[in-house]
């Protein structure tokens, strides 16, 4: 899925910045509804104002091997309190 325009929400980053991997196992028949369910989620989470990096890989050789990589300009305190709090994030935790 491409990144649409994402942009730090101020001009200096601040110190404290993380990256979250989350790598999923999913069986053939359930790749597809998965990303049906993701699309709307990755859209939400590329509109936050401190969303530095969002990408969604494949396995070329496991398609069911699903890893998601965000970078964000907050700290990983901020992402527990603020950030899955979310509606978006509900339906994935």
Same mark, same amino acid.
């Given at each position: 899925?491409?990144?649409?325009?994402?942009?730090?929400?101020?001009?200096?980053?601040?110190?404290?910045?993380?990256?979250?991997?989350?790598?999923?196992?999913?069986?053939? $028949? !359930?790749?597809?509804?998965?990303?049906?369910?993701?699309?709307? *989620?990755?859209?939400?989470?590329?509109?936050?104002?401190?969303? @530095?990096?969002?990408?969604?890989?494949?396995?070329?050789?496991?398609?069911?091997?699903?890893?998601?990589? $965000? !970078?964000?300009?907050?700290?990983?305190?901020?992402?527990?309190? *603020?950030?899955?709090?979310?509606?978006?994030?509900?339906?994935? @935790?």
């Amino acid at each position: 899925m491409p990144l649409p325009n994402v942009r730090p929400s101020s001009t200096l980053l601040s110190l404290q910045s993380f990256s979250l991997q989350v790598t999923i196992h999913l069986t053939p $028949e !359930n790749v597809d509804p998965f990303f049906k369910h993701m699309n709307p *989620v990755f859209k939400a989470v590329c509109s936050e104002p401190d969303l @530095l990096y969002f990408e969604i890989f494949r396995g070329p050789d496991s398609p069911g091997t699903i890893s998601r990589v $965000e !970078n964000w300009n907050a700290g990983v305190e901020w992402l527990g309190k *603020v950030q899955l709090q979310k509606g978006h994030y509900r339906p994935h @935790l």
